[in-house]
C-alpha cells in the first residue's frame, strides 16, 4: 500500500505557484490491479518522487497509469494481455484517473476489464465510452502514452536507446510538435508520388521518342504510296484502252452473230412450209385407219355378244340342275325338321315353368326395393341440400379471398419498392464501413438477444424529406456517429461490443441514447424569428428517424439549433451574425458558416465551407412505412388464414357429406338391380311364351307335292335352252368373214400412213435442228450483247470514276497486245512499292496523332512534375529549417545538461544521402562521459547502462522547453548510475520541477543530504506497514521530519 495523508499530497500541491495546464493527474485509483487490492492517492501539480523497496509495485503504477489512459500492454514490456494484470484469485479489475481540467471540473477516465473476456470497458465521466473516444479525449489534452519520449517505463528504459535515429526522430516529433511530425509524414507521401511522376515522365519521354520514330518511318512510306498512286493512275487509264478496245471488238462480233441468226431463221420458214401437206396427209391416212377399225369393234363386238349370249345358255343349264339338287335337299331339311320340332317345344314348357317359379319369389324383393328407393331419394335430397349450402358459404368467401390476395400482392409490391431503397441504403454502409454493414445484417438477424430497442445506424434509418435536405443532415452529424449503433440499454450495448468485436472481429462504433426525451430539445431561437432572413427550418425537421436516435443527435450535436437557410440567408450573411450572437453555426442554399466569438472581446471569426452532396443520406427510403406495410401484411394474412381455415372447415364438412352420397348412391344401385331383376324375368317370360306360341307343325304332303312339280318344270327348261344353241351356231360364220376382210384393207391403209410419217419425220427432224441452231446463235447473241453492255457501262463508270477523258485514251495505240505489255510493265513497277498500302496513310496520320498527344501528354506531366518538386522542396525546406530550430534547441540544452554532469553530449540531425529520401531522416544523440574520449552516438552497445540512463532523462529534460504534454513518467531511470550522476540528475530535475508540467519518477531509494523543493510530492509503496516497525502515526511523523529537514 501507498501511505501518505491525503491532505498531505493536498497542501504540497498547494505549493506550486504556476498556472496548472490542463491534463495533468490528479488522482489515480487502482482496484484489483496485479498487486494491489485497492490504492488511491493524489499526485502533485510538479514532481512526484515514488520510492519503494524493488518489488514493492512502483511499476505497477505506471502500468495502471499506461492502461487507464488508453496505452497498449505492448507498450510496457511485461504480460501479454490485460487478464495478466488482474489480481490473482480476482475476477475483475479497473483504473480511475483524474485528469485536470478546470479549477471546477476534472475528467474521470475508468478502464474495467474481466479475467476470461477480450474486452473491455471504458466510461469517461460515469458515461460509457470506447477506447476510442477515450483516446481522442487524452489526445485533446495531448496526451501520448505511447511515446517514449513522455512516458518511458521501466521495461522500456532500454528500448528508448535502442531506438533507431528514424524512430527517434518520429517520435520526438509527435512529442512535440504534431504539426512537425505530420509535415514530415506528408514529405514521406510526396516523395513516394514524386518517384511516381518521374517515372510517368520518364515513361512519356520514351513514348514521345518513339512516337517521331514512327513518323519518320511512315511519313518515307507515305512518299513511296504518293508516286505508287501515280503508276497506279497509268494503269487505270491503260486498263480502260483496253477495255475500250474490247467493247469495240464485242459490238463487231455481236453484228456478225445478228447476220449469221437471220440466215437461219429463213431456212427454218421454209422447212415449216414443207412439212405442211405431209401432216394433212398423215391425218387423212388416220381418219381411214379409224373408220375400218371402227367396223371391226363393231363386228367383235356383235360376235362376242353372241359367244355371251351363248355362255348364258350354258349357265341356264347349270341353274336348271342347281334347282333339282335344291328340291332334293329342302324334301330332305323339312323330315328333319319335323322330327326336332316336338323336342324343342317340350324344352320351351320346362323353361317357363322354372321360370315362373322365380318371377313369383321376385316380386316380393321388388316391392321391398321400390320403398327403400323412396327413401334413399329422399335421404339423397336432404344431403345435396346440405351440399348446396356449403357451396354456396365457399361462393361468399371466394371473393373475401381473392380482395385480401390483391390488397397483400400490392401491400408486398410497395414493400419490395421501399426494401429496394432500404438495400440501395444497406450498399453505400458497406462501401462506407464493410464492418458496420455485417454488424447491422447480423443484428437484424439477432435482435431477439437484447432487452431494449436497438437501432441501426443513422446512416440506415435516418429518412431525408430528399436528397438536397439530405447534404445538411450529412455535415451536421459526424461520419462515426452516422455509422454507429445506438442503445437504450448499456448492458445490451456491452453484450453487441461482445460479441461483434471480440468475437467478430469488427471495428465499430456504438453510443448509448440519453434519457432525456425528444420534446425536451427545443430550438434556442424559435424559427419564426429567422424566416425573415431565408431559413426555413432547423436540420432536425429535415429529417424522420426513431426518436431516441433524434435525442441523441441533438444532445451531441445541437441540430436542433443548426438553421437551414436559402439564398436569401447567403445574401444576409452579416445581418445574421450581428443580429443572433448565441448563433454559433447555420446553412444557406449551398454553404455552412461557423461562427467563433472571441472569450475577450466582441470580436467574431467567421469560417464557410462547401456543403458536399450527401452520400451515406441519399436515396431515402421510409422504416416507418416499411413496419406499417410489413403490420398490414400481417393482418391480411390473418385474415386470409382465418378465410382459410373456414373454407377448410367447410371444405371437410362437404367431404362429410360427399362420402354419405356415395354409400347412397351404391345402395340405390343395389335396389335398382333387385327391381330391374324382376323386369328381367318378365321379359324372359314373355319371350319363352311368344316362342312356344310360333312354333307350328309342318304339312309334309304339300311339301312332297311342291318337290315332284319343281322337277317336272326342270326338265321342261332344258329342252328349251338346247334348241336355241343349235341356232346360234351358224351366225358366228357370217360375222368372222367380214372382220377378215376388212383387216385387209386397214393394213393397207397403215403402210401408206407409216411411208408419209418416215417423210414428214425427217422434215421435222431437220426443223429441229434449226431451231436448236436458231436458239444457239440467239443465246450467243444475247451473251455477246450482255458483254458488249456490261463493257460499254464497265467503260462509261471507269472514265467518270477515274476522271479519265476521251482524249487520253485517243492518245493511246490500239494494238492491246501493246496495251498488255505496258499494263503488265506498270503492275511490276507498282508491285515493288506495295507494302500495305491500305494502311499506310491511316498509319501516318495515326503516327502524326500520337505524336502530338504523347507531346502533350509529356509537356503536362513534366510541368505537372517542375510544380510539385517546386512546392515540395518549398516545404522541405520549411520543414527542414524549423526541424532544425528544433534540434539546435534540443542539442543546446541538452549539450548544457551534460556539461552540468560533467560530460558532453550534441544532437544532430541525421539525413540521408538523397535529401528527398525523407522516411530515412533521423535524430543521432551523441554522448561523452569521459575526457579522453570523442563523442559517440548513443546506443546499448557503447555506453553502459548508467550511461544510457543518465543520456535518456537529459534528453526528455531537453524536450521538457519544446513539448507541452501535461505530465511525463520515468521508471527507475537511475538504474547503473553512479552516485554522482544521480545525484546531479536529480538535482536538475528538482530544478526543472518549475515548469508546468508533472513529473512521475519512479526510485527505489531516496537521496541523503538532497535539497527537495516545497512542490515536490513524496510516496512510498511498501508491501505491509509492518516491514517499517512502525504504527502508521509514527510513519507519518517521519515523513514530515524528512520534508523538514
Known sequence: MIYLPSEMAVNQRTHSNSEP?????????LHNFVIYDDIEFFPGRNLNLITGANGSGKSTIVCGLSLGLGGKVSNLGRGTCLADFIK??????????????????????KHSFRRGEKKSYWSIDGKTATKHEVEKATSAFNIQVDNLCQFLPQDRVADFAKMNAKDLLLNTEKAINEKLYDTHIDLCQMHNFESNLKKEVNSLSEKLEEANKKVTHWKSEYENLQERKQLLKQLDILRCKKLEIKTHTAKEDLNLMKEECKEHISHLKAVEKSVEPLENSIKTFDTQIKSFEKDIHILEQKLNNKVDKDRNYKN???????????????????IKEQSDLKTKRQNLKNKIQDLEVIYENSVEESNQAKVALAEVAKETNEIKSKILAIEDQQSGLEPDRRQILCQMKALENELSRNQNLNKQRMDLLRRESRDAYEAAAWLENNRHKFKSNVFLPPAITVQCKNDRMARYVESSIPRRDLVSFMFQNCEDMDEFLSIIRDEKKLVVNAVQTPKRQLHEFKPDIPINELKNFGFISYVNDLFSCPDEVKAYLCQSYGIHNLPVGTEQTHAKVSQVISTFENLRQFFTHDYSYRITRSQYSNNTSTSSNEIRPARLLANACNHKQEEELKRKIEVLKSQLNEISQEYQKLRTQREELNHKMEGLRSKRNDLTKAKDRLNHLEGRLKAFRDQLNGLSDINMDEIRENHDLTLVDCVKRKLSVMSKIKESVGEYSVIILKINRLGAQKCTSRRELELTKSQCEDKLNEKRKLIEIVDNLRKEEKILFDEYRKLSSDLFHKLNDLNISEDELNNLTNDIEEIDTKIAEFEARAELQAREVEDIEKQYEDSIRNLEVTKEYFEKSSSK??????????????????????????SCDFGNLMSYLDCAGEVSLSKPLEECDYENYGICIKVKFRDNEELMELSSKRQSGGE??????LYMLALQKLTSAPFRVVDEINQGMDSTNERKVYELLIKHVCSPSQYFMLTPKLLPDLNYPTNITFFCVQKTIKNFGLPYDSLTNAYNRFLDS
Open 21 to 29: 495546464n490542463s491534463g495533468y493527474i490528479t488522482r489515480i485509483k
Open 865 to 890: 512534375l517542375e510544380n510539385f518538386v517546386s512546392n515540395s522542396k518549398q516545404k522541405r525546406d520549411d520543414w527542414e529549417r524549423e526541424l532544425k530550430e528544433v534540434i539546435q534547441t534540443i
Open 316 to 334: 341356264l343349264i347349270e341353274n336348271i340342275n342347281e334347282s333339282v339338287r335344291q328340291a332334293e335337299d329342302d324334301l330332305e331339311r323339312a
Open 948 to 953: 544510457r540512463a543518465v543520456s535518456t532523462v
Open 88 to 109: 490473482m484469485n480476482k475476477d475483475e479489475a479497473y483504473i480511475e484517473i483524474d485528469l485536470y481540467q478546470s479549477e471546477t471540473k476534472n475528467v474521470r477516465i
